[in-house]
């Protein structure tokens, strides 16, 4: 079954909000959401390379990542991390170089669904309705659909049992 990702973004409130299953256990998600060398796998859409800046997922902690399209264009995202991270869930910062003062506050909160099954909702709070409506048109839909599949194949291989 192909999991799909569910998008929500209301009317005259600068809201995105997105749900998606993993058929994974929280933990497993949480590592790939949070370790480096696993996030550069998986994020961002299909052919694009990714280079790790960083990423200090910790209160206060920075991240910044840049995208490399096959043509060698750079698209680079940068935040911080608020609160205390953790499986339950975080709070970052979001912004695209490309834009910079577009900052959006994005919350994940990964829920446990049992047998080894996990919900990741995503809601990101962006500072007018039309950055809202420009990320939207942006394509995000689709880098964030190819990602998640990658997702899923990563998530298969973390589950397996090392010999």
């Given at each position: 079954?192909?999991?799909?990702?569910?998008t929500?973004?209301p009317?005259?409130?600068?809201?995105?909000?997105l749900?998606r299953?993993f058929?994974a256990?929280?933990?497993?998600?949480?590592?790939?959401w949070?370790?480096?060398?696993?996030?550069?796998?998986?994020?961002?859409?299909?052919?694009?390379?990714?280079?790790?800046d960083?990423?200090?997922?910790?209160?206060?902690?920075?991240?910044?990542?840049?995208?490399?399209?096959?043509?060698?264009?750079?698209?680079?995202f940068?935040?911080?991390?608020?609160g205390t991270?953790?499986p339950?869930?975080?709070?970052?910062t979001?912004?695209f170089e490309g834009?910079?003062?577009?900052?959006?506050?994005?919350?994940?909160?990964?829920?446990?669904?049992?047998?080894g099954?996990?919900?990741?909702?995503?809601?990101?709070?962006?500072?007018?309705?039309e950055a809202?409506d420009?990320?939207?048109?942006?394509g995000?839909?689709t880098?964030?659909n190819e990602?998640?599949?990658?997702?899923?194949s990563l998530l298969?291989s973390l589950k397996?049992?090392?010999?």
């Open positions: 079954m192909m999991a799909t990702t569910k929500s973004a009317t005259g409130v600068p809201f995105i909000d749900t299953e058929d256990p929280r933990d497993v998600v949480w590592r790939a949070t370790e480096p060398e696993l996030v550069r796998q998986w994020l961002g859409p299909n052919g694009y390379e990714m280079v790790v960083e990423y200090d997922v910790r209160d206060g902690g920075r991240y910044r990542y840049i995208h490399k399209d096959p043509q060698g264009n750079e698209y680079a940068h935040g911080v991390f608020h991270p953790s339950d869930s975080f709070v970052q979001f912004e834009a910079p003062g577009h900052v959006s506050l994005e919350k994940l909160v990964l829920e446990d669904l049992g047998g099954r996990t919900r990741a909702s995503m809601h990101s709070v962006y500072q007018t309705i809202r420009a990320m939207i048109a942006s995000m839909e880098g964030l990602g998640f599949a990658r997702l899923d298969e397996q049992p090392v010999h």
